[in-house]
């Protein structure tokens, strides 16, 4: 998809400086050390090779979507347009290319995370037509020996 401006297209490894140089521009941006290293993305890229995209413009990055699914269900991480090119279709842009590359392999369903704090990002998912979703609860664990060990003695604590 080109514009005059700018060109949606997958997203590569190769992308990674400009996509991390991204992410770290944007206040309130949640980058996580080990999902989001270049290892990281890489994985995440191997598994999902066709549903992440980038925005390119004047030579850069300017706009990003993390896009995988797990067989049943499509994700969207880390969605978000550098300032300067905000109001100008290109997240719009980006997120039909990842929704049509999820149905491409046959994903009828998909979900983002959005920061509560992220006025401007809820508002947009809003309206347009995303369903906030108020009947559950989002949980999250990290895995590494600690907490998964803590995890097992609580869980035995209890009876569980």
Request: charged fraction near 25%; include cysteine; aromatic fraction near 10%.
């Amino acid at each position: 998809m080109d514009t005059a401006h700018y060109k949606i297209r997958t997203m590569r490894i190769e992308d990674y400086p400009g996509i991390y140089r991204l992410w770290k521009s944007i206040q309130g941006f949640g980058i996580r050390s080990i999902d989001d290293s270049r290892e990281g993305i890489e994985r995440f890229l191997k598994r999902n090779p066709a549903t992440s995209v980038v925005a390119e413009a004047d030579g850069a990055i300017v706009g990003t979507i993390l896009c995988g699914h797990d067989g049943r269900r499509g994700c969207l991480y880390h969605v978000c347009v550098q300032e300067a090119y905000r109001k100008q279709g290109i997240g719009k842009a980006m997120a039909v290319a990842a929704m049509k590359a999820l149905q491409a392999e046959q994903i009828n369903k998909v979900c983002l995370i959005a920061f509560l704090e992220n006025e401007v990002g809820n508002q947009f998912w809003k309206s347009v037509g995303w369903t906030f979703r108020s009947d559950l609860n989002y949980y999250d664990f990290t895995l590494n020996e600690e907490n998964i060990t803590r995890f097992n003695h609580q869980a035995e604590e209890k009876g569980l």
